[in-house]
């Protein structure tokens, strides 16, 4: 499984940006897609999560409301759509892949390169 994720860029805060990871190789129905973030100087931290087969999501707290996680089955596609973005948003995002929705970096196998999203006040 191979993944790439792009989408990220300079926005001021308040504005949205949409952030996508293309999975290409072998899926699985009962996969969990995940996006993760680090800022500098900081431990790579869960932001949100989607179940492959069933689409259930899971947030973090702090982009609960603001962000929203959804995935396109047929173009192999995880999507993160992030409204109000705040300066404490910006970090560098990185999708991965696991076999269940966890929080913990050591629970996902794959992971794509990271984009980086900078938000300005």
């Known amino acids: 499984v191979q993944l790439q994720a792009f989408g990220g860029g300079l926005v001021q805060a308040g504005g949205s940006l949409r952030l996508s990871c293309a999975a290409s190789g072998r899926t699985f129905s009962s996969a969990v897609m995940a996006w993760f973030r680090q800022a500098t100087g900081k431990e790579r931290e869960f932001v949100a999560a989607?179940?492959?087969?069933?689409?259930?999501?899971y947030y973090t707290d702090s982009v609960k409301g603001r962000f929203t996680i959804s995935r396109d089955k047929t173009e192999n596609t995880v999507y993160l759509q992030m409204n109000s973005l705040k300066p404490e948003d910006t970090a560098v995002y990185y999708c991965?892949?696991?076999?269940?929705?966890?929080?913990?970096?050591?629970?996902?196998?794959?992971w794509g390169q990271g984009t980086q999203v900078t938000v300005s006040s």
């Open positions: 989607i179940r492959w087969g069933g689409g259930r999501v």
């Open positions: 991965a892949k696991g076999l269940g929705a966890s929080t913990d970096t050591a629970d996902y196998d794959y």
